[in-house]
Nanobody, 128 residues
């Protein structure tokens, strides 16, 4: 049974940093897409970053809202993906979810339907 567990959320002041972790168990994820989503109150869950291996190499996606302030990375030996967020803003307040889904040979993985497994989410609150 596949499980994803996020950690690292919390309360942080604007301008601060957080590092979220997501550990996967119960499967092998070498050819999977890892994604970070977030859902703010009253808003849709959105994909903010993802990472996967394509035949041309490692590919990543960064939403405009986090580009330049965030980094996604992974440790395949630990089945773990990380989200480093710097210069946090109050609008970054949301529940953050990690997800994994199969590599489909395409170049975009921002849809929720493309991911099969989800973590329970971790709350990030940024105070102004």
């Amino acid at each position: 049974q596949v499980q994803l567990v996020e950690s690292g959320g919390g309360l942080v002041q604007a301008g601060g940093s957080l590092r979220l972790s997501c550990v996967a168990s119960g499967g092998t994820f070498g050819s999977y897409v890892w994604g970070w989503f977030r859902q703010a109150p009253g808003k849709e869950r959105e994909c903010i970053l993802n990472i996967w291996d394509s035949w041309t190499g490692v590919r990543t996606y960064y939403a405009d809202s986090v580009k330049g302030r965030s980094t996604i990375s992974r440790d395949n030996t630990k089945n773990t993906v990380y989200l480093q967020m710097d210069n946090l803003k109050p609008e970054d307040t949301a529940v953050y979810y990690c997800a994994v889904g199969p590599y489909r040979g395409i170049s975009s993985y921002t849809a929720r339907s493309q991911y099969d497994y989800w973590g329970q989410g971790t709350q990030v609150t940024v105070s102004s």
